[in-house]
């Protein structure tokens, strides 16, 4: 276990992101983001202005994707205690790594952040991306010539994406691999 302190963000940087800035590959640019972060865990990710080729142009208004990273339960930076103590609960921590028309920037890392619930597991390497996400969402009536916000979660079911167009009723849930939609309680969960 570790309790050290955490070292702040680094400034923002444009080095090694895919596509950068008008075509930025959100499924790409995973490990990039994660070597940003002490967390190793993928806990979500929140792409928003995606094209349907499943791309990000962060130079456009509203163009931004976020990564979420956390820790195993006790371990990466926890929050202070005084010495000789216990912590007082569990904690996996979190911290967003961001990806904007300035290039990748972190947040601060949250030591104190819960662990997730009992389906609490890290997410896997995506098995598809927001390509295929919109091609499934075109096949349900998503209108091709509209920004999307797409994220990748952990649902009751497991991987899951998440596909809406704000203002719309368009929104689309499917399994972690693309293959087939999600619906009722096996599409609920968030990004944390």
Known sequence: MSSHEVAPPAPPTTAGIVGFP?????????????KS???PLLRGI?????????????????????????????EG??????????????????QSV?????GLVADPDQPSFPCPGVRGDALPAPRCGPREVWEAAKKKGAPAELLATIEYFRSNAGPAWRFEIPGTAHTVVLYGDCARELSGSDAIGTVP
Do not use: Q
Not at 22 to 34: K, R
Not at 47 to 74: E, K, M, N, Q, W
Not at 98 to 102: A, E, F
């Open 22 to 34: 008008a075509n930025v590959d959100v499924v790409g640019s995973i490990e990039l983001a994660s």
């Open 37 to 39: 972060t002490e967390r």
């Open 46 to 74: 929140v792409a928003s202005g995606v094209r349907p080729d499943g791309t990000v142009d962060l130079s456009r208004p509203g163009g931004r994707i976020r990564y979420v990273f956390g820790s195993a339960r006790g």
């Open 77 to 94: 930076p926890l929050p202070p205690r005084p010495p000789g103590t216990l912590p007082a609960r569990s904690y996996c921590g979190k």
């Open 98 to 102: 961001h990806l904007r028309d300035v």
